[in-house]
């Protein structure tokens, strides 16, 4: 049974608020596991004000949808109705061996975040806006785990089983694919935009790729009773 709907879907929600030591890896200071550890007063004072100013505009909008594999190349995935090249990696290719179905979002946080970091720029408050950015960043990343969580369960329910990401502009994988991904779920509902750079706006946005495989054991969650989301896990 699936319960996506074929073609784009859209889902808007809170993010999971991150520890402490979460924050202070995300934000690279990892000798500490509590802000009230990290020495240096100011430094402490500005990490709290990012952190406050962040969970307060800890939510995302995000665009997905799937699409089947109808054949892996050499140098390309190709899926239904998805534009041509739009997978074309050589280390697409391998990383997503076997792959049955592929899963395209974008993630945004909003405008909101590039209003902030601007104001904190005019205001000459640096550090604050330097580890707000990096919040940012982690934060992103969280909102796109939880739409893959959301797909992932989904998928389950078919048979089938996340086996890895990949985004525009890891190795092997060129960010002008986001010219192609971004109107292929659609992007602008939520906002989103490709520059000619092919960097996206609002800044703190992100687009994945997520390869689904079959099942080892061929059991949907209906099979062991209580629902099960596979595949969930951090990469």
């Given at each position: 049974?699936r319960l996506?709907?074929r073609?784009?879907?859209?889902?808007r929600?809170g993010?999971p608020?991150?520890?402490e030591?979460?924050?202070?890896r995300a934000?690279?200071?990892?000798?500490?596991?509590?802000?009230?550890?990290?020495?240096?007063?100011g430094v402490?004072?500005?990490i709290?004000?990012?952190?406050?100013?962040?969970?307060?505009?800890?939510?995302?909008?995000g665009v997905?949808?799937?699409?089947?594999?109808v054949e892996?190349?050499e140098?390309?995935?190709?899926?239904e109705?998805?534009p041509?090249?739009?997978?074309?990696?050589?280390?697409?290719?391998e990383?997503f061996a076997?792959?049955?179905?592929v899963?395209?979002?974008v993630?945004?946080?909003?405008?909101?975040?590039d209003?902030?970091l601007?104001?904190?720029?005019q205001?000459?408050?640096?550090a604050?806006?330097?580890f707000l950015?990096a919040l940012?960043?982690?934060?992103?990343?969280r909102?796109s785990?939880?739409v893959?969580a959301?797909?992932?369960?989904?998928?389950?329910?078919?048979?089938l089983a996340?086996?890895?990401?990949?985004?525009?502009g890891?190795?092997?994988y060129?960010?002008?694919?986001q010219?192609?991904?971004?109107?292929?779920?659609?992007?602008?509902?939520?906002?989103?935009?490709?520059?000619?750079?092919m960097s996206?706006?609002?800044?703190?946005?992100?687009?994945?790729?997520?390869a689904?495989?079959?099942?080892e054991d061929g059991?949907?969650?209906?099979?062991?009773?209580?629902?099960?989301?596979i595949g969930?896990?951090s990469?």
């Open positions: 049974m996506l709907r073609g784009v879907n859209m889902m929600s993010i608020a991150p520890d030591r979460e924050v202070l934000l690279r200071v990892p000798h500490a596991t509590r802000i009230a550890d990290v020495e240096e007063r402490r004072e500005a709290t004000l990012a952190l406050d100013r962040a969970l307060g505009m800890a939510s995302f909008e997905f949808r799937t699409a089947e594999v892996i190349r140098d390309e995935v190709v899926t109705e998805s041509p090249g739009l997978l074309r990696s050589s280390v697409l290719a990383r076997g792959a049955r179905e899963a395209f979002l993630v945004t946080l909003g405008e909101r975040w209003a902030a601007d104001e904190l720029a205001r000459g408050e640096p604050e806006a330097w950015d940012g960043t982690f934060l992103v990343d909102a785990r939880v893959e959301r797909i992932t369960s989904d998928l389950a329910r078919a048979g996340r086996s890895a990401r990949y985004r525009p890891y190795i092997g060129p960010m002008e694919a010219g192609a991904l971004c109107p292929f779920v659609e992007a602008s509902r939520i906002g989103v935009t490709v520059n000619e750079a996206l706006w609002p800044r703190k946005s992100v687009t994945t790729v997520v689904y495989v079959a099942r059991r949907t969650p209906e099979d062991e009773g209580d629902p099960v989301v969930a896990e990469s």
